[in-house]
């Protein structure tokens, strides 16, 4: 804990990417703040400005476009540092990075600055998927860029928060030595609330006892939805009025929609792009029957984790930071990625709505145990710890899954 007549902890986050860009990080980072508050640890947000008004208290830094991924923003370097210099010394005891873009180096910077502890967290693993942004670059070299780059980055810091142990294993193997500790995102209690999939359906046209599967996240090249559509034709072969929906955004929309129709699936799959969370997200959720992922690159899969909350049977591969998730307390049906075999166990839960509401009741109950204060308690115990003991020594406060 921190040392006597010491401020407690008030953490700057930085981060390149926030609402109303609607991705994992964002989710990952109001959910925290918003407990942690709760836990009287307060904290100061500076992120990107978008052209979208958002009315909050967060510090928006101006920012441009990035080239071919217009969702995203980057924040002008001079107007960032400006804007963290202007931040009280008490609402910086430290520095919490969120993203490994200009927001790491203009954090770091800082917190050596202004000489206090600085922590970041790995929400994204890009090892895996650099090279669909770059295209021109052999995949072996952006896996050893990503690497490289995210290895000096993290060993900058003081600690290191990772969402899975899956990832600390790995972050370990790279090289990583700074204190790794892991603290999953939570699910909110939001989440929880059942929604209604009768109107989901009803909105969007589909039939009362329309089969339905889902998949929610960034429409991006990273999230392997190439391979859902591959194996829905698969399904659509054995179950014909089968439809699959996909929401979120990303730079892969427009090439997704044309390989469904190059597959022949045409009107069976919809994009719906993002949905609000506080009205449309739950009743998204419920209407599905089945909600299929096949993510090779995800940290946790926290979408995972908001399917099984609204009770939903859950088809997946596991890999990397999702094997936390998916365990056999988890109720998903976890296969590998051959579409046939992923197919198969979609039609399986198609065909048995009894079985499949036991392993969706299964899903809300392990979900339930994923409680964002209890990650919110345990983050303000690293923040204490950090404050405390600020560089090398630090030792792990929690390992492993909840």
Known sequence: MSRPNSPGPHPLIVSD???????????????FRTDLARLGV?????????????????????????????????????????????????????????????AHYAGVRLARERGVPVIATCHTYFEDYLHHYLPLLPEFAGSWLARSVMTRQLNAVDAVVSPSDQVRQRLLVYGV???????????????????????????????????????????????????????FTHVRRLQSDAL?????????????????????????????????????LNDCYAAADVFVFASRTETQGLVLLEAMAQGRTVVSTACLGTRSVLTPESGAMVVDEDEEDFA???????????????????????????????????????????????????????????
């Not at 920012?63 to 217009?70: A, G, H, L, Q």
């Not at 001079?78 to 919490?96: D, F, G």
């Not at 994923?370 to 919110?376: G, L, V």
Request: aromatic share 6%; with cysteine; proline share 6%.
């Open 244 to 280: 699959l929906v996909i929401a979120g955004e990303g730079p892969a929309r427009n090439s997704l929609m044309r390989e469904a129709a190059a597959l022949g699936l045409g009107d069976a799959v919809r994009f719906v792009g993002n949905l609000d969370r506080e009205t449309q």
């Open 42 to 102: 307060n904290s100061t947000l500076v992120a990107p400005q978008y052209p979208e008004d958002a009315k909050d208290d967060v510090l928006r830094v101006p920012s441009r476009s990035v080239p071919r991924d217009p969702e995203d923003r980057i924040m002008g370097w001079r107007a960032l540092r400006k804007c963290l210099s202007e931040v009280p010394r008490e609402q910086c005891t430290m520095v919490h990075v969120q993203t490994p873009f200009l």
């Open 177 to 231: 030595t700074r204190p790794i500790h892991v603290i999953p995102t939570g699910m909110t209690e939001d989440r929880f609330v059942a929604g209604d999939g009768q109107r989901f359906r009803e909105r969007l046209g589909i039939g009362a006892r329309q089969p339905v599967l889902l998949n929610v996240g960034r429409v991006a090249f990273e999230k392997n939805l190439s391979f859902l559509l591959a194996m």
């Open 344 to 402: 198969r166990a979609v039609m399986a839960a198609l065909r048995d709505p009894a079985r499949a509401s036991d392993q969706g009741e299964k899903g809300r109950r392990w979900a339930a145990r994923w409680s964002s204060r209890s990650m919110a308690l345990r983050m303000s115990e690293l923040y204490h710890e950090v404050q405390s003991e600020t560089g090398g020594g630090l030792q792990a406060i929690c390992t492993g899954a909840p």
């Open 17 to 31: 990417v926030y609402f109303p860009r609607v991705n994992g990080v964002s989710t990952s980072i109001r959910s």
